[in-house]
C-alpha cells in the first residue's frame, strides 16, 4: 500500500521560510517522479513543483519560482519542499504527489495535505 505523508506546514510571517517533507513507502521511490500541488479555501487545486527521478530535472509554476525549491534525498524515500519569501497567497493545504510520469496532472498517488499559513 503506498503511502505519502507530509510534513512540516504551519504557521508563518509572510517573508518567512518553511521546509516541507514527504515520506514515501510502499513504492519503489527513485522509480517515481514526486511533486507538490497545493489547493487554497475556495479555490482549485493547482501544481507547485515536481521533481524527476534522479532530480535532474525539475518543474515549477510561475508563481513559485525563484522562491521554492524542490528536492529528493532516494536513500531516505523523502521529497522536500523548501518554501521562502512566503506570500500570503501561499497559504494552502499542499499536498505530495507521486507518479511513474514526469508530468503535472492525474498523478498516481496523493498524501493527506499538510497546512500552510502564512501571515501577513
Known amino acids: 500500500q503506498v503511502q505519502l505523508v507530509e510534513s512540516g506546514g504551519g504557521l508563518v510571517q509572510a517573508g518567512g521560510s518553511l521546509r516541507l517533507s514527504c515520506a514515501a513507502s510502499g513504492l519503489m521511490f527513485s522509480n517515481y517522479a514526486m511533486g507538490w500541488f497545493r489547493q487554497a479555501n475556495g479555490k482549485e487545486r493547482e501544481f507547485v513543483a515536481a521533481?524527476?527521478?534522479?532530480?535532474?530535472?525539475?518543474y515549477y509554476t510561475d508563481s513559485v519560482k525563484g522562491r521554492f525549491t524542490i528536492s529528493r534525498d532516494n536513500e531516505k524515500n523523502t521529497v522536500y519542499l523548501q518554501m521562502n519569501s512566503l506570500k500570503p497567497e501561499d497559504t494552502a493545504v499542499y499536498y505530495c504527489?507521486?507518479?511513474?510520469?514526469?508530468?503535472?496532472?492525474?498523478?498516481?498517488?496523493w498524501g493527506k495535505g499538510t497546512l500552510v499559513t502564512v501571515s501577513t
Open positions: 521533481i524527476s527521478y534522479a532530480a535532474g530535472i525539475q
Open positions: 504527489t507521486a507518479d511513474r510520469l514526469l508530468r503535472t496532472t492525474n498523478m498516481d498517488y
